[in-house]
């Protein structure tokens, strides 16, 4: 499925949810119509102004009109995602991952030293981790699935299972998000 399909069926999906007409976003989000028929209909471009504006109208997070598969696992390494780029500046967003409705994150800034390897034993019950390289290289995850990241890469796993941090290099930086349920 293409970036532009998955945009126009999230958009389609949360707009029926706040029960709006298409004309009715259009006109809220400063649209022509046609534009937003273009990308309910999977055949837009969009820009970032475009989807903050439609998102901020239907009150939802800008990371909702990103239709991503529920996968226990993922993997986006530094070179892949799909970029939206800004209309009015050199400004690029790639959206990682979005937080499920019901559910907590907190957020870590994280360094591992080369020769002490993290054990973490199971967190509570539904716990997910979301790990994103900021330098080094590292192998991070359960033991049956366990992935080597380096910068850039983003990597999602279940928290609720035993897993480990080791880093390869000298040092590594992460940021950590810890989701929980709420």
Not at 54 to 64: C, N, R, T
Not at 122 to 128: D, E, F, K
Request: aromatic fraction near 6%; hydrophobic fraction near 40%.
């Amino acid at each position: 499925m293409t970036p532009s399909t998955l945009i126009a069926r999230a958009i389609q999906r949360e707009r029926s949810k706040a029960g709006i007409s298409l004309s009715a976003l259009a006109q809220q989000a400063g649209l022509a119509k046609s534009t937003l028929s273009q990308l309910e209909s999977g055949q837009g471009n969009p820009n970032i102004e475009t989807l903050w504006a439609i998102a901020k109208v239907l009150g939802v997070p800008f990371s909702h009109l990103f239709e991503m598969p529920a996968n226990d696992i993922k993997l986006v390494r530094a070179d892949e995602g799909t970029p939206v780029p800004s209309e009015n500046a050199a400004f690029q967003a790639i959206i990682l991952d979005k937080c499920p409705p019901n559910r907590c994150r907190d957020l870590y800034r994280a360094t591992i030293t080369k020769g002490d390897v993290r054990h973490a034993e199971a967190h509570p019950a539904g716990t997910v981790e979301h790990i994103f390289v900021i330098s080094g290289q590292a192998l991070i995850g359960p033991e049956d699935s366990a992935e080597t990241l380096a910068w850039g890469d983003y990597y999602r796993f279940p928290g609720d299972v035993p897993h480990f941090y080791e880093a390869l290099t000298d040092q590594v930086h992460l940021v950590v998000a810890m989701e929980s349920p709420a």
